[in-house]
Nanobody, 123 residues
Framework: QVQLVESGGGLVQAGGSLRLSCAAS????????MDWYRQAPGKQRELVAA???????NYADAVKGRFTISRDNAKNVVFLQMNSLKPEDTAIYYC?????????????????WGQGTQVTVSS
């Protein structure tokens, strides 16, 4: 089994910054893509940022230039640095990872979600 645990959420004023972390643990051979999603009340979950194992990144238009995704492959951790936060960034932020588990003779690839961390930006 694999667990993803997010941390770093909280309440911040508009223009402020937060840094989210997501640590993966359990039966892990390696992790392919790691992503951050968010879901605001009454809205669908949306992709915020993604990073491959090689470090290539992709961002939603709404956060480009303000958010930065990064990862530590040795520690199986992904980060989301959020600057210049706006009230519309208020949401629950979820970590997602594509994890490869098993042995050198048999491997399984599966996606996992964290439990989410609340980010609230006041105006």
């Amino acid at each position: 089994q694999v667990q993803l645990v997010e941390s770093g959420g909280g309440l911040v004023q508009a223009g402020g910054s937060l840094r989210l972390s997501c640590a993966a643990s359990g039966s892990i051979l390696r992790i392919n893509g790691m992503d951050w999603y968010r879901q605001a009340p009454g809205k669908q979950r949306e992709l915020v940022a993604a990073i491959t194992s090689a470090g290539s990144t992709n961002y939603a238009d709404a956060v480009k230039g303000r958010f930065t995704i990064s990862r530590d492959n040795a520690k199986n951790v992904v980060f989301l640095q959020m600057n210049s936060l706006k009230p519309e960034d208020t949401a629950i932020y979820y970590c997602n990872a594509e994890v490869v588990s098993g042995t050198r003779w048999y491997q399984e690839i599966r996606g996992y979600w964290g439990q989410g961390t609340q980010v609230t930006v006041s105006s």
